[in-house]
């Protein structure tokens, strides 16, 4: 298994993996600028020509301090309790200490926070929303 970056070759399948592991809402029109987005890293886990999963990092710099926040992370179904997510958050956590920002935060399920904990992260706050 190799871990890269994401690549406009990488789209479909990517988002086919979102699709399956989150809902349909990411079966929408693509940013044709992202890859090209100093502030957002999308890094990918490949077997052969197969994207086994992804997960994504944005930087968000704020007036003092600058944010890491890892969104998206997904696995493959069929490769799922190979380590994967794991190896990919923990590449992102690197990448975002790389570019200087003073704490890393992720949103998560309930169901998936051991998996996060497991990692490093702790839980801390709630989370609100509103979809517009």
Request: glycine share 6%; hydrophobic share 35%; proline share 1%.
């Amino acid at each position: 298994m190799k871990i890269r970056e994401l690549a406009y070759t990488d789209y479909n399948q990517v988002i086919e993996i979102w699709k399956k592991s989150f809902s349909n809402n990411f079966d929408k029109n693509i940013n044709t600028t992202y890859l090209s987005d100093p502030s957002s890293v999308t890094l990918v886990s490949v077997d052969n020509y197969t994207i086994t999963g992804v997960a994504s990092l944005h930087i968000i710099k704020k007036l003092t301090r600058t944010l890491g926040l890892i969104e998206d992370v997904a696995v493959n179904e069929n490769y799922r309790g190979k380590g994967i997510g794991k190896k990919l958050v923990e590449k992102l956590i690197e990448i975002a200490s790389e570019k200087g920002c003073d704490k890393t935060v992720l949103n998560s399920s309930e169901k998936n926070s051991e998996f996060y904990e497991k990692i490093g992260f702790e839980k801390n706050e709630i989370q609100m929303i509103i979809r517009n």
